[in-house]
């Protein structure tokens, strides 16, 4: 924003300049000329102007989505991310995505640590290591591509903040109250 300011003093200085510096030698021409400088002095700005303030409506519009929104394909996730920073996945929307998966109940037998039921309906979720574990020996090519896509976008950038922040998680398969 200082640049910006920066910009428009030091453009609004040399059209000033410009007025008086020529306002003599060539009379009321002056504004035909003084036009084509403001035109060059603030063209830019103008355009960076509308720029950030695009940018800024688009991330009121999108601030509700921050962080849990994504799109594989043509499939809209929806990711909850708890305050551990794990990322949890619905798994009935695994399911349409893979096609097939192993039953919620099935799921929390052998995955105690990385399976929940959260939400006012109770769905059923899985945590972003526990899906990866599971889908490792996915052998569709469309769990495969699912697979991928998981684990470069939800699983590792979660694995990297709980690295960074020094938080240790049970592995999915050990009890959660251990």
Partial sequence: MHTLLGRTIGATLACVAFYFLTER??????????????????????????????????????????????????????????????????????RKIVGQLASDQALATIFPSGHQYLGKDKKGYLRDDALVEHLANATTPQAIKFKNWAQRN???????????????LAAPTSDPDE
Avoid at 154 to 168: D, M, W
Wanted: charged share 20%.
């Fill in 154 to 168: 939800i699983a590792y950038p979660a694995n990297k903040t709980r690295e960074r922040l020094g938080i240790k």
């Fill in 25 to 94: 030698l060539l009379g009321p021409v002056v504004w035909l000329f003084l036009a084509v400088v403001m035109g060059l002095a603030f063209n830019r700005i103008v355009i960076d102007v509308v720029a950030a303030m695009s940018w800024q409506f688009k991330s009121l519009r999108l601030k509700s989505l921050g962080g849990t929104h994504y799109k594989f394909q043509s499939f809209n996730v929806t990711i909850l991310e708890d305050e551990s920073h794990c990322r949890w996945i619905a798994t009935d929307l695994v």
